[in-house]
């Protein structure tokens, strides 16, 4: 059954349409379950009833004409139990409803699985037979498990720009809409750029070329390298080689030969596709076919088929135009599978207007950089056919998650009025430059920003930022193709600490692991985020360490601005380590001549470990910072990268204030200040919350500060700290968003909520 099944899910993965999609799965469940009827019915959503979608069995003239309410026949129950339902006579059944035109009276056994995809029912998968009798329990077991490998595929093939919505054969391709979540607020609207890794078959997007000639050139010296790197490898390994080997090198030739892949894809670029597009199609389909084959053998050579599908792409993108060379558009979308810090650098940032990522979450680190960036971002988008999109127009809504390819004129004008209205609040906003983020009752609050970039340092303090609560050092780092050296390292240290001097710059010692990797340095581990990562890597490295806080040292001689802050820290341990490496590098640099003053030293709380040891953490260091993103990740058990869960991540969790407010109780005890550099910080909500809570500093990325301050300077401390009591004993997430917005609305802060968005 195994077998069967993987046989399926390639065919399914290879069908071009949900018509053919759903042809397969009838013909080919129907088959390998031995009975006489296998058919879908998928949900129309603006009807609300069952539709007969496929069937292999039943009378074919039934199908997209035969439909059930919600909650008529046995189909109707499955859905409403959704669970299967196995009847050795469904006729009989008081829930029984004859379908006419379907011939399906003489039919008896029944079994009928539900499709559920993310929690959402697309239909029901059913077979029928003639004989009366039970379906055994592999049988049923078979069932379910086409039915959670399908109701992916199905959703996809919905949401896909390549076919219509049943529910709508009138509907346009304009107005297509994608859910994903946020990453950063606010609206862009603008042409799709597709960016990809290199040698990204998969990722290759469509593109549309009108110089044909040009493009079968550029193709013919790809496959003319790639010819002469096969006949060289061929040579090389000759004399090691059994004759039967060396042929397979012979077989690869052939494979390139004008009448074979070669040829197909010359015939896709003279219809106008680009020759990576082409490429792209020609291997896809080969691979497929191969892959379905029964003969061991044959189906292996499917590696071989995509292998020189890479070694062509490769040649290709080392002959095309670098990034640097490429012409962006004005309003570009960015558009990636996955989005990383160094695609964000390669786009003009004055043509840069929004962020889009199929994978990724809300607070992934792209994520992240694109708040600190002050870009409305989409993530987790994992229904988006991104490689059809290059080119056209996109809407992206970073208040609700949602994208809109090819938007109507009228959704287009609504999201302008949006922009116009956001832009005319942020213009409000930029008095507040020189004022200090202070209560109607006079209680000051320091606001500091959270950077990574040289870039973000202008704009933090364009918007009267005091201070710097999160430098990101891992940027520099993974921006390279190798480890910076203590030179390169001091002098990005010394252009932060000079701009924001006299005031405080907290950097943070190399955060890499869980969803920061280098690429020179790959960390393979089965579950990143609990692995090697943070403090555990430099202190098993303390090359590294001692080159990067010598580099930090020297870039505040004679600033004395710095404070360094140790990430991921589990134990006190940990902690005492790091400050002898610490003093040990300020011992080497004044023997060397220089003039260096001891740098205050804090701690990271980002794991429930840590919060339990915040007394023990105060004895030892001179401040403490809470990462609020790691934070409530690792309080929940949600990783925050995983589309499927994202909904599960809840800064508002009565856990995480409970815990926020649990560590600055513990800190201050022993008298040391405490920030916070997350995410909640930047939200006008949370900030008053934390500060209710006593937090010292709240540091957040530069293009929310402006409204944060006005958040803070629209209500006294008494009236925060009064909603936090409210607010801390109430166990309801939903209810507690509700509360803050109203309190917001009522302190005549409205506009800092979320503006009315189109449906």
Not at 508 to 534: A, C, S
Request: contains cysteine; hydrophobic residues 40%.
């Amino acid at each position: 059954m195994l077998e069967t099944l993987r046989k399926i899910v390639q065919e399914v993965n290879a069908a071009p349409d949900l018509e053919s999609v759903l042809d397969v799965i009838v013909r080919r469940v129907q088959r390998a379950m031995r009975t006489d009827v296998c058919s879908i019915y998928l949900i129309d959503r603006q009807r609300e009833r069952y539709v007969l979608m496929a069937t292999q069995g039943l009378n074919q003239k039934s199908v997209g004409q035969v439909s059930l309410s919600l909650d008529e026949g046995v189909v109707g129950m499955v859905g409403q139990r959704a669970e299967p339902i196995n009847l050795e006579d469904a006729a009989v059944h008081s829930a029984f409803t004859y379908l006419k035109g379907t011939g399906e009276k003489k039919f008896h056994a029944f079994l009928g699985v539900p499709i559920i995809h993310h929690r959402t029912l697309l239909g029901v998968l059913v077979v029928q037979q003639k004989l009366i009798r039970k379906f055994d329990e592999s049988e049923e077991a078979f069932m379910v498990t086409m039915s959670a490998q399908l109701a992916g595929v199905i959703a996809h093939a919905e949401a896909t720009g390549s076919i219509l919505q049943i529910s709508d054969h009138t509907k346009t391709e304009s107005d297509r809409k994608f859910e994903g979540v946020s990453g950063c607020i606010g609206v862009a609207i603008g042409p799709a750029v597709v960016m990809t890794p290199l040698a990204d078959l998969d990722g290759v997007p469509d593109r549309k070329i009108e110089d044909v000639k040009a493009e079968v050139a550029k193709f013919k010296s790809a496959l003319a390298q790639v010819r002469r790197d096969i006949k060289r490898v061929g040579r090389s390994l000759a004399k090691r080689l059994r004759s039967e080997e060396r042929e397979l090198f012979d077989v690869y030739i052939r494979m390139l030969d004008d009448n074979a892949l070669a040829g197909e894809i010359i015939a896709h670029i003279k219809e106008g596709s680009w020759a990576q597009g082409a490429l792209r199609q020609v291997i896809g389909e080969h691979v497929q076919q191969f892959s379905m084959m029964d003969d061991p053998y044959l189906r292996e050579r499917a590696t071989d088929i995509r292998d020189l599908g890479r070694r062509m792409l490769t040649c290709m993108q080392e002959s095309g135009p670098s990034l640097s060379e490429i012409e962006f558009p004005e309003n570009t979308i960015l558009v990636a599978d996955e989005l990383t810090p160094a695609m964000l650098g390669e786009v003009p940032t004055e043509k840069l207007i929004g962020l889009l990522s199929v994978h990724g979450s809300g607070n992934s680190h792209a994520a992240i950089l694109a708040r600190s960036m002050g870009i409305p971002t989409v993530m987790g988008v994992v229904d988006l056919p991104y490689t059809r999109i290059e080119g056209l127009n996109v809407i992206l809504d970073g208040y609700s998650g949602r994208v809109f390819v090819n938007p109507s004129e009228d959704l287009s004008q609504c999201y302008q009025d949006i922009i116009r209205e956001e832009n005319e609040v942020n213009a409000g906003l930029e008095g507040l430059k020189e004022l200090p983020a202070e209560t109607t009752d006079g209680y000051r609050m320091p606001l500091w920003v959270n950077t990574g970039l040289i870039t973000d340092v202008a704009r933090s303090l364009e918007r009267g930022a005091e201070g710097i609560g999160l430098y990101r050092t891992e940027i520099p780092f993974m921006i390279r193709d190798f480890f910076p050296s203590e030179q390169d390292q001091m002098e990005t240290y010394r252009k932060q600490l000079e701009a924001f001097a006299p005031r405080p710059v907290t950097m943070r010692t190399l955060d890499i692991g869980g969803d920061k990797p280098l690429p020179y340095f790959p960390i393979e581990e089965d579950n990143p985020f609990l692995g090697w990562r943070g403090i555990r890597v430099t202190l098993d490295h303390p090359e590294i360490f001692l080159v990067q806080i010598r580099a930090m040292l020297r870039a505040a001689e004679g600033l004395d601005n710095l404070r360094i802050m140790l990430p991921m820290v589990t134990s006190v341990h940990e902690v005492d380590e790091s400050k002898k490496l610490i003093a040990q590098a300020v011992d080497e640099l004044r023997e060397e001549g220089h003039i260096i003053n001891q740098p205050l030293i804090g701690v990271m709380v980002e794991v429930p470990a840590a919060v339990y040891q915040v007394r023990r953490f105060a004895r030892r260091v001179d401040f403490i910072s809470v990462g609020s993103n790691d934070l409530t990740q690792y309080l929940l058990a949600v990783d925050r990268n995983n589309p499927r869960v994202a909904s599960l991540y809840v800064p508002y969790h009565p856990a995480v204030l409970k815990a926020l407010q649990f560590i600055v109780y513990e800190a201050h005890k022993e008298n040391v200040s405490v920030s916070i550099c997350g995410e909640m910080a930047a939200d006008p909500g949370g900030a008053i919350l934390l500060m209710a809570m006593g937090y010292d500093v709240l540091s957040m990325n530069a293009t929310n500060l402006p409204k944060v301050k006005f958040a803070l300077r629209g209500i006294s401390i008494n009236r925060a700290r009064e909603l936090l009591s409210q607010i801390i004993v109430m166990d309801d997430v939903d209810k507690i968003h509700m509360m803050l917005r109203n309190t917001l609305k009522e302190l005549g802060l409205g506009q800092l909520t979320r503006p009315a968005i189109p449906d």
